[in-house]
């Protein structure tokens, strides 16, 4: 069972960056797809980004341009670099990965300020 744990997350003023970190309990050489995604108060969750292991990406409309979601096996960690953050993108982002099954990490806070 794979194991994820966010984190970077934090208060941010508009206009403003934050790098979010998933670090994996096991090697994701062999993660089919991992990806984040969030969800704001009284909101569904959606996705934000995702990242494939041949290093394909796909990204929410809402954030393309401003967040880069990438992964580095070597150190069982992906991450997603958040510029020009707005308001908008205040929600509790969560990593996820796929091999077999789905795997969840507990979540952290990205809060932008206007």
């Known amino acids: 069972q794979v194991q994820l744990v966010e984190s970077g997350g934090g208060l941010v003023q508009a206009g403003g960056s934050l790098r979010l970190s998933c670090a994996a309990s096991e090697s994701i050489f062999s993660i089919h797809v991992m990806g984040w995604y969030r969800q704001a108060p009284g909101k569904q969750r959606e996705l934000v980004a995702i990242?494939?292991?041949?290093?394909?990406?796909t990204y929410a409309d809402s954030v393309k341009g401003r967040f880069t979601v990438s992964r580095d096996s070597a150190k069982n960690t992906m991450y997603l670099q958040m510029n020009s953050l707005k308001p908008e993108d205040t929600a509790v982002y969560y990593c996820?990965?796929?091999?077999?099954?789905?795997?969840w990490g507990q979540g952290t806070q990205v809060t932008v300020s206007s």
């Open positions: 996820y990965a796929a091999r077999f099954t789905s795997y």
């Open positions: 990242i494939a292991s041949g290093g394909s990406t």
